[in-house]
């Protein structure tokens, strides 16, 4: 199984009161909006995570669309974190087997998937390990710069 980075198709409106509305159509949990553009985008940010911590709490898939065109990227850590979820359901994992298998509380499994909470790398490596996955980042490719001549 190859994970990648989590990124979200959105759709920004202007309303008629003036502000910006900001929808994700594989995630309707995620609405938000803002005065300006930039704060609505802000936001988004936020509304993904929350919508998505909501997905995690209710033991549900997390929705994967195609990651192609304009799209809200997740930060890193919250795309691990996600990966370590996604293992969990792909392999029928529960938080008592991945915390059993990794010899530490359930507690610590439930900061390990809370999206908002910093946790280490190598633990979500460790924990990915167990299960037989591995995280994979691609890089997007970047056109040739040119040489100064």
């Known amino acids: 199984m190859t994970n990648v980075a989590f990124g ?8 008629e009161n003036g502000w ?5 159509p594989q995630v309707p949990e995620a609405l938000t909006e803002g005065e300006t553009k930039e704060e609505a ?6 509304a993904i995570v929350t919508a ?3 997905y995690i709490k209710a033991g549900r898939s997390i929705p994967r669309p195609p990651f192609k065109g304009e799209r809200l990227v997740l930060p890193p850590l919250v795309t691990a974190k996600l990966a370590v979820y996604d293992s969990m359901l792909h392999h029928g994992w529960t ?6 298998e990794m010899r530490m ?3 610590s499994v439930r900061r390990l998937l809370d999206l908002r ?15 037989g996955t ?3 980042i691609t890089l997007p490719e970047h056109p040739q710069r040119r040489k100064a001549g």
Do not use: C, T
């Open 8 to 15: 979200y198709p959105y759709k920004l409106e202007h309303q």
């Open 41 to 46: 985008f802000e936001n988004a940010k936020d």
């Open 117 to 131: 909470h910093s946790s280490h790398m190598w633990v979500i490596d460790a924990a990915l390990q167990k299960m």
């Open 20 to 24: 910006w509305l900001v929808r994700f």
């Open 52 to 54: 998505l911590e909501g």
């Open 105 to 107: 509380p359930e507690n």
């Open 134 to 136: 591995d995280l994979q």
């Open 95 to 100: 938080r008592s087997r991945l915390a059993n």
